[in-house]
Protein backbone atom coordinates (compact mmCIF):
# COMPACT_ATOMS: atom_id res chain seq x y z
CA UNK A 1 0.00 0.00 0.00
CA UNK A 2 1.06 3.43 -0.57
CA UNK A 3 1.41 6.22 1.81
CA UNK A 4 -0.77 8.90 -0.10
CA UNK A 5 0.81 11.75 2.74
CA UNK A 6 4.54 11.29 3.10
CA UNK A 7 5.34 14.67 4.76
CA UNK A 8 6.86 14.52 7.73
CA UNK A 9 6.64 18.24 8.75
CA UNK A 10 2.90 19.99 9.49
CA UNK A 11 3.44 23.61 8.23
CA UNK A 12 1.81 26.63 10.36
CA UNK A 13 1.11 29.85 9.35
CA UNK A 14 3.16 32.50 11.52
CA UNK A 15 1.29 35.11 12.94
CA UNK A 16 1.72 38.78 11.27
CA UNK A 17 1.71 40.40 15.26
CA UNK A 18 4.13 39.28 18.24
CA UNK A 19 1.45 37.14 20.52
CA UNK A 20 0.92 36.38 23.70
CA UNK A 21 0.06 33.21 25.13
CA UNK A 22 -2.93 33.83 28.22
CA UNK A 23 -4.14 30.94 30.18
CA UNK A 24 -7.89 30.70 30.47
CA UNK A 25 -8.51 27.99 32.84
CA UNK A 26 -4.79 26.57 33.55
CA UNK A 27 -1.56 26.75 31.73
CA UNK A 28 -2.42 24.11 29.32
CA UNK A 29 -5.50 25.36 28.03
CA UNK A 30 -4.37 28.94 26.98
CA UNK A 31 -5.20 30.88 23.64
CA UNK A 32 -2.75 33.70 22.28
CA UNK A 33 -3.62 37.26 22.01
CA UNK A 34 -1.39 39.56 20.34
CA UNK A 35 0.42 42.48 21.86
CA UNK A 36 0.23 45.24 19.81
CA UNK A 37 -3.20 46.30 20.93
CA UNK A 38 -4.23 49.26 23.50
CA UNK A 39 -4.03 47.51 27.33
CA UNK A 40 -7.67 47.94 27.57
CA UNK A 41 -8.59 46.23 24.32
CA UNK A 42 -6.34 43.08 25.89
CA UNK A 43 -7.87 43.28 28.80
CA UNK A 44 -11.36 43.30 27.44
CA UNK A 45 -10.87 40.50 24.91
CA UNK A 46 -8.94 38.19 27.89
CA UNK A 47 -11.87 38.87 30.32
CA UNK A 48 -14.22 37.90 27.80
CA UNK A 49 -12.36 34.73 26.50
CA UNK A 50 -12.41 33.51 30.04
CA UNK A 51 -16.19 34.48 30.71
CA UNK A 52 -16.58 32.50 27.74
CA UNK A 53 -14.04 29.44 28.57
CA UNK A 54 -17.19 26.39 28.15
CA UNK A 55 -17.48 27.88 24.47
CA UNK A 56 -14.13 26.53 23.55
CA UNK A 57 -13.01 23.01 22.34
CA UNK A 58 -9.79 21.90 23.71
CA UNK A 59 -9.54 17.87 22.50
CA UNK A 60 -11.52 16.21 19.99
CA UNK A 61 -13.62 14.47 22.75
CA UNK A 62 -14.76 18.11 23.38
CA UNK A 63 -16.80 17.46 19.92
CA UNK A 64 -18.36 14.16 20.33
CA UNK A 65 -19.41 12.53 17.33
CA UNK A 66 -16.67 14.16 15.17
CA UNK A 67 -14.17 12.00 13.73
CA UNK A 68 -10.79 13.86 13.83
CA UNK A 69 -10.16 12.61 10.30
CA UNK A 70 -13.41 14.87 9.29
CA UNK A 71 -12.13 18.13 10.81
CA UNK A 72 -8.35 17.70 9.44
CA UNK A 73 -7.24 18.54 6.05
CA UNK A 74 -4.10 17.43 4.16
CA UNK A 75 -3.30 17.49 0.62
CA UNK A 76 -2.21 14.09 -0.29
CA UNK A 77 0.53 14.10 -2.31
CA UNK A 78 2.03 11.17 -3.94
CA UNK A 79 5.50 11.92 -5.08
CA UNK A 80 6.26 9.47 -7.49
CA UNK A 81 3.46 9.74 -9.50
CA UNK A 82 3.49 12.21 -12.46
CA UNK A 83 0.95 15.10 -12.85
CA UNK A 84 -1.75 15.48 -15.58
CA UNK A 85 -2.86 19.19 -15.74
CA UNK A 86 -6.07 19.55 -16.32
CA UNK A 87 -7.40 21.64 -19.20
CA UNK A 88 -8.07 25.62 -17.35
CA UNK A 89 -11.69 26.37 -17.45
CA UNK A 90 -12.79 30.23 -17.96
CA UNK A 91 -15.60 31.02 -15.61
CA UNK A 92 -18.30 33.58 -16.15
CA UNK A 93 -17.92 36.76 -14.68
CA UNK A 94 -19.83 36.34 -11.80
CA UNK A 95 -18.32 33.18 -10.71
CA UNK A 96 -14.55 34.60 -11.38
CA UNK A 97 -15.63 37.65 -8.88
CA UNK A 98 -17.63 35.34 -6.14
CA UNK A 99 -14.12 33.17 -6.09
CA UNK A 100 -12.39 35.95 -5.99
CA UNK A 101 -14.05 37.82 -3.24
CA UNK A 102 -14.19 34.62 -1.32
CA UNK A 103 -10.33 33.77 -1.71
CA UNK A 104 -9.35 37.42 -0.74
CA UNK A 105 -11.42 36.96 2.49
CA UNK A 106 -10.27 33.60 3.70
CA UNK A 107 -6.80 35.10 2.66
CA UNK A 108 -7.12 38.20 4.96
CA UNK A 109 -8.43 36.11 7.88
CA UNK A 110 -5.61 33.73 7.73
CA UNK A 111 -7.82 30.77 7.30
CA UNK A 112 -5.92 30.22 3.63
CA UNK A 113 -2.40 30.80 2.81
CA UNK A 114 -0.88 31.09 -1.62
CA UNK A 115 0.94 28.34 -2.41
CA UNK A 116 2.68 28.23 -6.20
CA UNK A 117 2.56 25.07 -7.69
CA UNK A 118 5.05 25.08 -11.24
CA UNK A 119 1.59 22.66 -12.61
CA UNK A 120 -2.11 23.72 -12.58
CA UNK A 121 -3.47 21.43 -10.16
CA UNK A 122 -7.10 21.44 -10.69
CA UNK A 123 -9.95 23.56 -11.29
CA UNK A 124 -12.47 25.31 -9.21
CA UNK A 125 -15.48 24.25 -8.81
CA UNK A 126 -19.02 26.90 -8.10
CA UNK A 127 -21.51 25.28 -6.62
CA UNK A 128 -24.79 27.82 -5.85
CA UNK A 129 -25.95 28.25 -2.36
CA UNK A 130 -29.61 27.47 -1.51
CA UNK A 131 -30.41 31.26 -1.59
CA UNK A 132 -28.89 30.99 -5.66
CA UNK A 133 -25.92 32.96 -4.92
CA UNK A 134 -22.12 31.43 -5.42
Known sequence: MVDLDPREVKLRLKAKDE????????????????????????ELIH????????????TTTNVPGVNPE???HRLSVYKEAHSVPQKKRNHGEDKRLAARADAEKFLKVGFIREARYSTWLANVVMVTNSNDKW
Request: aromatic letters at 10%; one cysteine or more.
Open 47 to 58: RTLKRNVDLFAW
Open 19 to 42: LCCVPLIDEERYTSIRTSMAAADF
Open 70 to 72: IIT
